[in-house]
């Protein structure tokens, strides 16, 4: 009988388990995105500045497809920090395409098995329709008199930029600098060294990301100079003409956002095609525009060229192949016990 | 209820005084909900950070900027859940002895802390204290700097840790019998031994709790704290779940979770002993 009693309990105990678990594993498989009443959904995963720049080109690209196909596509935008948006897409976002701050972000997502391993040739210009570079942002007037990058290294200097072991983006402020250093002491590796150690020795507040250094130097009044994008210098300057400044220095770094379709997605959606439209759109003249007029580098050269009064065309710019690569620059500068923090924690 | 006390401490109840029905369904429930929310993720973190050798894992933990994020982490938390200690049971003591208009309402932004998004805490603490901001300007002047230090760190930690704290107090501070504290003065106690000999040790079970809830909050905490901290490496602002984050952005998932259990096992550790302190206690003064 008391046996008898303990069974039954134990029996509604794994049933209820049972029906619980189960419950919990049907929530995941409820999604899915593609045609329902003829209108095409598709998701772009993006990083945190291109928010302005393709709320309205999703605008443009809905009337344009509405004229060729006669079908109505929705975008679902997504935003964050770049290499914060390539790990949703890694751990299962229903990304159809990504558009993300480098190319390294990109190719986390191919290595997971979600993108072909062909992307960076499947669209022109290895696949970055839109280009930026690394600038400084001053307070109005430029009190501390910053022209260059031997400027940020001077006494009494304070210079605002995101940890690069934190965020991918930071990375590239960090490797303009040392390209000019570079070409400052024709390659003399432990004075370029000294020179990084220098800069950053300046650096009061680091950030985790490029968003919250904005944020410090903007709202909380923090440093002399901001190390940043030229589309977010951009759009600060935009939001306040009367307070800051935009220093170009005669060296940078060419920024190759990049643009993929996630094909693991796209094929389960069946979104290929429009996925594939989508991105190809961003290399048409309309389209072009819109990007130069959002500050960012159009990759089409008669129409950057109209945009010389907005970009200093005269900057010298390195790529990141001159580092070797994404993959070798990350392993040389910011692994554990990389050059990074050998010049840092000195 | 009709309960017996048995001599273990257990109670026993009569199958019909159950409030809810079924043990057998609830303990389902149970250990459903704790190994989806809990130990699933938990064997989850073991795993992924089982994917490192032994000696990479040394190498990891032993690193200096982990190592001084663990420091940073443990004694901010600590300080600050302290602090909390303190000025929770003030402010408990206020909600519940006193009267004055607009008591709901502070009763109620105790609480704010819990339901305001982390991240907006962050930036709003680190904009008021740093030295151009409200605050900040005025402890600017005598040479302290809040935002982007140890200060701020802390405070972004009493701010979140505060509702722990009085929330725990509170409910045992409304139920202390007022004839201790008339037994006290007719036995000659001043005010000040009455509320230390007294008052104090009636509340030190839940104030044990408060800390520890507010301490494991704050070890953890990520969203209010990196604002402000200001992440230095150099001046030793980073926190443990900051160095994670570095590892997670760069997708080094192995890493990441092998801090996190260290961790896991040093919070894991302090509650553990806390509890004791706490069983220790309520033995002594047979309070449960």
Known sequence: ?346 | MRSIASRNGKIKVKRSDRVIPGFGLSLGITIVMLSVLILIPLASVLLYSFQLSPDKFVTLITNRAVLFAFGTSISCAFIAALINCIFGTVLAWVLVRYDFPGKRILDGVVELPFCLPTAVAGITLSKLYSDTGWMGRIFSRIGVKISYTHIGLTIALIFIGIPFVVRAIQPVLENLDPQLEEAAYALGANPRITFFKIILSELRPALLTGFALAFARGIGEYGSVIYISGNSAKDHTQVISYVIMQKLNYMDYASATAIALVLLIISFSILFLINVIQIRQSKRTNYL
């Open chain 1, 1 to 346: 009988m008391r046996n008898n009693r303990a069974w039954r309990r134990l029996l509604t105990v794994a049933v209820t388990a049972a029906v619980a678990l189960s419950a919990v594993g049907c929530g995941s498989k409820a999604s899915g995105n593609t045609k329902k009443d003829g209108k095409i959904t598709i998701t772009n995963v993006s990083y945190d500045p291109t928010r302005e720049l393709y709320a309205a080109y999703n605008k443009e690209f809905t009337k344009y497809y509405k004229g060729k196909t006669g079908k109505d596509v929705d975008v679902v935008m997504s935003h964050g920090g770049s290499g914060g948006q390539a790990r949703s897409v890694v751990e299962g976002a229903d990304a159809d395409v990504v558009t993300l701050a480098l190319a390294h972000d990109i190719t986390l997502v191919e290595q997971a098995g979600l993108i072909n391993k062909d992307w960076l040739k499947e669209f022109d210009l290895d696949s970055s329709p839109y280009t930026s570079t690394i600038v400084f942002l001053v307070r109005k007037g430029n009190p501390k008199k910053i022209k260059d990058w031997d400027d940020l290294t001077k006494k009494g200097v304070d210079v605002i930029t995101p940890d690069p072991k934190s965020s991918g983006g930071a990375c590239w402020n960090f490797l303009a600098a040392w390209n000019y250093a570079d070409k400052k002491f024709g390659g003399d590796e432990s004075k370029i060294k000294e020179f990084e150690h220098a800069l950053y020795s300046n650096v009061s507040v680091m950030d985790s990301g490029a968003r919250g250094a904005t944020t410090t130097f903007v709202e909380n009044g923090q440093g002399d100079v901001l190390i940043a994008w030229e589309n977010e210098a951009l759009a600060t300057l935009k939001e306040y003409p009367e307070d800051y400044e935009l220093v170009t220095p005669s060296v940078s770094i060419l920024a190759q956002p990049s643009v993929a379709i996630v094909d693991a997605n796209a094929d389960k959606n069946g979104t290929q095609k429009v996925a594939k439209d989508y991105l190809e759109y961003l290399y048409t003249d309309k389209a072009q525009e819109l990007i130069g007029e959002y500050g960012y580098r159009p990759s089409n050269q008669t129409i950057l060229k109209k945009y010389a009064d907005k970009f200093d065309l005269n900057v010298n710019l390195c790529t990141i192949d001159d580092f070797g690569g994404w993959d070798s620059a990350y392993e040389k500068f910011f692994q554990d016990g990389g050059i990074f923090d050998e010049i840092y924690s000195k």
